[in-house]
């Protein structure tokens, strides 16, 4: 099927340009023919000599010298446009082949850009198609096997302590109790962050926009978790700069903010310490949180605003979360129509997330 198409396309280009040579030849010969004939005709009238004879011969001549000029033309224009093609159709045929990999699954193919016109164009596009499947790809599967684990363990505590309870082996003690609460607690929390993010994927969330100054929403909140700081002798540090009101739904701000905090204060090492600051620039309030601590390989850094990613394996889930509270910020930025970003160099990793500033009216 694809020779079949692939020729058929090389006989279709090939007739195209067979029939405008053609075209050119008959409309040179007619128009050739009948200037030289009236050419012909005035030069022998001025000279008075018999036309028949002689323009007979020259026009036939000239017909014959024109039909073998066109033959010529024809067939080096018919050799070089074969060549031409078959260039063109090269690189295509190779972008054919790179799409039926992907569509089988080898993220891994690539085109060879060769040229700078629109089929390098081209070839480039689908590279960057192809980079984008494989990093979703990637993300799915780590989206499964997060999932998995993530419910995998506490669900295998509740079995073994309930079986343990059933069968009488363990007492159904007030510190039992509160593990298996605590489990539970662990899977509510997982379900609501997930139902969280089902909603903005449908974009069901009702935005309740008000004016929310961001200094005195992250003074509140950085007070809700002094008693956290104080526990890990975490030092916080504070800066309000920006006195420019957000029209934002105050719940999902709230939200992201302290996501931010939960992230900070998880990956923050005890006698660390946090900064939090809320700026202004180019129409927009910037929230940041800035921490000590283990700095996140560049290579992670694109992607730790994605759903159940977690940059390092080895970390535990207790020290590390689920890998949601950084997606959910991502949605409540971009439902807002703000933005998200992060670095991390020199023992500081800074996550922030932006909203528009309120337009004055």
């Avoid at 280009?13 to 009236?38: E, H, K, R, Y």
């Avoid at 014959?64 to 690189?91: H, K, N, T």
């Avoid at 535990?316 to 409540?332: D, T």
């Amino acid at each position: 099927m694809g020779g079949d198409m692939r020729r058929s396309l090389l006989w279709k280009l090939l007739g195209i340009n067979l029939l405008v040579v053609g075209l050119a030849v008959v409309v040179a010969a007619v128009t050739i023919g009948q200037f030289a004939d009236a050419i012909f005709t005035r030069i022998m009238k001025e000279f008075a000599i018999q036309t028949d004879v002689i323009q007979g011969l020259f026009v036939r001549t000239l017909t014959r010298s024109l039909i073998l000029a066109s033959l010529i033309a024809g067939g080096v224009g018919l050799l070089l446009s074969v060549i031409l093609f078959r260039r063109v159709l090269e690189p295509v045929r190779e972008m054919k082949a790179m799409a039926a990999r992907i569509a089988a699954g080898d993220y891994t193919a690539r085109a060879e850009v060769s040229s700078a016109d629109e089929l390098g164009s081209l070839a480039e596009s689908l590279n960057r198609m192809a980079e984008s499947l494989a990093t979703l790809e990637r993300l799915r599967k780590d989206l499964v096997a997060n999932v998995a684990h993530e419910l995998r363990t506490p669900l295998t505590n509740l079995r073994g302590y309930l079986e343990a309870i059933h069968e009488g082996v363990a007492p159904a003690s007030q510190e039992v109790m509160a593990s298996l609460h605590e489990d539970v607690m662990r899977l509510v929390r997982l379900v609501e962050a997930l139902h969280a993010l089902t909603l903005f994927d449908a974009r069901l969330p009702r935005l309740q926009l008000e004016a929310v100054e961001l200094p005195a929403l992250l003074r509140r909140l950085v007070e809700l978790y002094r008693a956290q700081f104080i526990a890990r002798g975490i030092a916080v540090e504070t800066q309000f700069g920006s006195a420019v009101p957000v029209r934002a739904d105050p719940d999902l701000v709230s939200q992201a903010a302290q996501n931010l905090l939960d992230n900070a204060l998880k990956y923050t090492p005890a006698g660390g310490r946090i900064a939090v600051r809320v700026s202004a620039a180019d129409g927009a309030v910037r929230v940041a949180v800035i921490n000590t601590g283990d700095a996140i390989a560049p290579d992670d850094l694109p992607f730790i605003f994605e759903r159940f990613y977690r940059g390092e394996k080895s970390r535990s889930r207790e020290s590390g979360g689920a890998g949601i509270g950084l997606a959910i910020v991502k949605e409540v930025a971009g439902v807002h129509g703000g933005n998200v970003g992060a670095d991390s160099v020199d023992g500081l990793t800074t996550v922030w997330f932006s909203l528009p500033a309120a337009r004055a009216s």
